[in-house]
């Protein structure tokens, strides 16, 4: 399995500012996506961060409220961008391993917006 | 579109009971299926898998079936501990078509001594 760190673990933002959230790998994975977690609720994708180029998104996110970079095969970053109250929320990395089909999670980032 | 859906929680336990999590799946072709748990204040883990139709997926004393002509798979433990009180969420994977998950919108697990 892959050991992800995030960074960071948790964070108290004004409205209207941008957090860059880190996530790294400790091998090269093929795959790597982010989720939200908002309070009570249960995983939705945000993006799939592709190695290179721009990520792709799924509906209901785009590009500049959640950019995201990949600059290579161990490391992605989100950035959450322009900031309310509705963003706080749990942000989580995740990652498929080489030669694997399932995936393993971060710790997620515990964002919180005033 | 695919979808995966999950018995309503909170469910509440006594220690040693039978515990069943429903859940059910819609999807256009062979997805693979996993039980993810969150226990509290921690991240989520990946706690068993299935990968074609009568698979078995066990790990900790729990046990699932993927049942292709039901379109389900359901979490089961014959006897559960505190210590198994978390968040359950059922999920379906399409890795050949990017590995995307699909989540169930979890259930709530609360085993009272």
């Known amino acids: 399995s892959a050991v992800i760190s995030q960074k960071p673990s948790r964070d108290i933002c004004q409205r209207g500012t941008s957090l860059t959230i880190q996530c790294q790998v400790d091998?090269?994975?093929?795959?790597m996506f982010w989720y939200r977690q908002q309070p009570g609720q249960s995983l939705t994708l945000i993006a799939t961060?592709?190695?290179?180029?721009?990520?792709?998104?799924e509906s209901g996110f785009v590009i500049d409220k959640f950019p995201i970079s990949r600059p290579n095969l161990t490391f992605s970053t989100l950035t959450v961008s322009n900031m309310s109250p509705e963003d706080s929320s749990i942000y989580l990395c995740s990652v498929v391993g080489q030669g694997h089909n399932e995936q393993f999670f971060g710790p997620g980032t515990r964002l919180t917006v005033l | 579109g695919d979808s995966v859906t999950q018995m309503e929680g909170p469910v509440t336990l006594s220690e040693e009971a039978f515990l069943t999590i429903n859940c059910t799946y819609t999807?256009?072709?062979?997805?693979?299926l996993f039980w993810y748990v969150q226990y509290p204040g921690e991240g989520l883990q990946l706690l068993l898998k299935?990968?074609?139709?009568?698979d078995k997926g066990s790990n900790k004393g729990f046990e699932a079936t993927y049942r292709k002509e039901t379109t389900s798979f359901h979490l089961e433990k014959g006897s559960v501990q505190v210590s198994d009180s978390a968040v359950y969420f059922c999920a379906l994977d399409f890795y050949n078509q990017g590995g995307k998950l699909i989540f169930g919108q979890g259930t709530e697990l609360s085993v009272k001594p």
């Open positions: 299935a990968t074609k139709a009568d």
């Open positions: 091998s090269q994975v093929t795959m």
């Open positions: 961060a592709n190695q290179g180029s721009e990520a792709t998104y």
């Open positions: 999807a256009t072709g062979y997805p693979s």
